[in-house]
């Protein structure tokens, strides 16, 4: 949901990422809008996580420029951890912390970083709780939940932090097929309420429903974009349509 | 062995509370020594991964009596070419710096496999919300590691307990200097040494079943 004269929240030009002699990512540039829900789109091994992990610098980028909400990520002098309290992570294998409970893991960074007092914290984490559908399992530890709670409890822990842009990393590829549904539902959610996202998923569906532009990458390139209808309907080039040949 | 036990129990007794003091007070400064060289070694600055790997290396690479004979004779010696004539170490301050310094290079080892049993993702999860590398390792990691640490440290605990006889050789009164000087005194080897032998056993057997215990029960603490 993107506003009429919504500020660019991330602003990404001629990144490029090698681990050693493996160039990953060769040129990419993109401009996100606030509220914008973008979803990546790419074979296996393009890159995708990676260009997410470089937008919160959990990966350094080789070269290039990544501006989320007017930070300057790839500056050495910017403040990395005030930096990623703006901008929220959602993996594809949960990594909810397995030494804490449901609220514990929701509460942990925003007390930790003095955002929010303890009992503002818990009944944001209350809240939030109640948003993805969880309010009864504050108490239970991770290894007491199946996956598809365990990743909207993920969702509601990057929530805490009022993030301005959320990554999701094929939340839903580690789960069980009957349990995709009420994690895609709570991105929906999200989606609809303005957050701005950028998700890397197989779910075709999600995409044309939710997505205000898809972005297919291969080979270290943005490959083609557009809205849902362009790229996964009528797609120009070659490389997308062999890709959407094989997971439609 | 009646004879002993009973001219010597209360002796045997002191002693074996030296060698107590002297494994325990050598456990903490190993666990502080430990954490430090194994943060060194589990951190993405190679410096600090160098100088962790030569201390663990160094001092695994060093025999615990050898090393004893240097900080006890060696070190007093070289401050004393350096001009600081009055320095002397006891033998127990000497003991302990000896015994936390080997102890500590295991605790390192150990302290750095169980840090990296943890997932990955729980680190870059933590650092994703922002918080710093200490935040993450403290609330998130290390918490984590301690578990799977438990049993590798409760053998290093015995096995420093059984490492202090070896500092009988700068005279600390610990259990087996003891035996030592009974063994002189009475000229009854066979004796005093069984009964050395039955202490030592006593305590880490008892010991060793009251940490598979603690173990269990942090196990059930799990699921
Ligand atoms: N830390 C790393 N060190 C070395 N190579 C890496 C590292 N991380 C990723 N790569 C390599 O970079 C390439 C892109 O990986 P990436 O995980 O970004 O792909 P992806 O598009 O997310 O793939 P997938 O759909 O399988 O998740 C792969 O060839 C991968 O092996
Ligand atoms: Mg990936």
Redesign the pocket.
């Given at each position: 949901m993107v506003k009429e004269n919504a500020k660019i929240m991330v602003h990404v030009e001629n990144l490029k990422k090698d681990?050693?002699k493996?160039e990953?990512?060769k040129d990419i540039s993109i401009d996100i809008k606030e509220g914008e829900v973008v979803v990546l789109l790419?074979?296996?091994?393009?890159?995708?996580?990676?260009?997410?992990?470089c937008i919160n610098r959990l990966?350094e980028a080789t070269s290039g420029k990544i501006i989320v909400d007017g930070m300057d990520i790839t500056d050495k002098h910017t403040d990395i951890n005030k930096a990623r309290e703006d901008i929220g992570m959602v993996f594809?294998h949960f990594n909810l912390f397995n030494n804490k409970n449901v609220i514990d893991n929701i509460m942990l960074a925003p007390v930790e970083l003095k955002k929010m007092t303890k009992e503002e914290a818990h009944d944001k984490a209350v809240k939030l709780l109640e948003r993805v559908g969880l309010a009864d399992k504050a108490e239970a530890y991770p290894s007491q939940l199946s996956g598809g709670q365990k990743q909207r409890v993920a969702i509601a822990r990057a929530l805490a932090m009022n993030p301005g842009l959320i990554l999701f990393?094929?939340p839903t590829?580690a789960l069980d097929p009957e349990m995709v549904g009420e994690v895609l539902d709570v991105m929906k959610e999200l989606a609809g309420a303005g957050m701005t996202m950028i998700v890397?998923t197989?779910e075709i569906g999600f995409a044309r429903e939710v997505a205000d532009r898809i972005v297919f990458?291969d080979g270290g390139y943005i490959v083609e974009q557009g809205t849902p209808d362009e790229v996964i309907n009528h797609p120009k080039e070659k490389r997308t349509i062999d890709f959407l040949n094989k997971v439609l | 062995m009646i004879q002993i036990i009973q001219s010597y129990g209360t002796m045997i007794l002191a002693a074996l509370g030296q060698t107590l003091i002297l494994c325990l007070l050598s456990l903490l400064v190993a666990m502080v020594i430990g954490l430090i060289f194994a943060l060194l070694n589990v951190s993405h600055n190679r410096g600090c991964n160098f100088i962790g790997t030569v201390y663990v290396d160094a001092v695994r690479g060093v025999p615990l009596i050898v090393l004893a004979y240097f900080i006890y004779f060696g070190l007093p010696a070289g401050m004393k070419m350096l001009g600081a004539v009055d320095f002397r170490l006891t033998a127990l301050q000497a003991g302990t710096a000896a015994l936390s310094m080997n102890c500590g290079a295991y605790m390192a080892e150990i302290i750095r496999a169980g840090i990296q049993s943890v997932d990955r993702g729980q680190m870059e999860a933590a650092r994703s919300l922002g918080l710093t590398y200490g935040q993450s390792m403290r609330k998130v990691v290390l918490p984590q590691a301690i578990k799977t640490m438990i049993p590798s440290i409760i053998n290093q605990f015995i096995i420093t307990l059984k490492d202090t006889s070896i500092l009988s050789v700068i005279g600390f009164p610990e259990l087996t200097n003891m035996g030592k000087t009974i063994s002189g005194n009475t000229f009854k080897s066979l004796e005093t040494w069984a009964i050395i032998g039955i202490v030592y056993m006593v305590v880490i057997v008892s010991l060793s079943k009251a940490a598979k215990r603690v173990e269990r029960k942090l196990n059930v603490g799990r699921l």
């Open positions: 681990f050693d493996l990953v990512l790419g074979p296996s091994g393009s890159g995708k996580s990676t260009f997410l992990r990966e594809q990393d094929e590829s890397v197989h990458v | -």
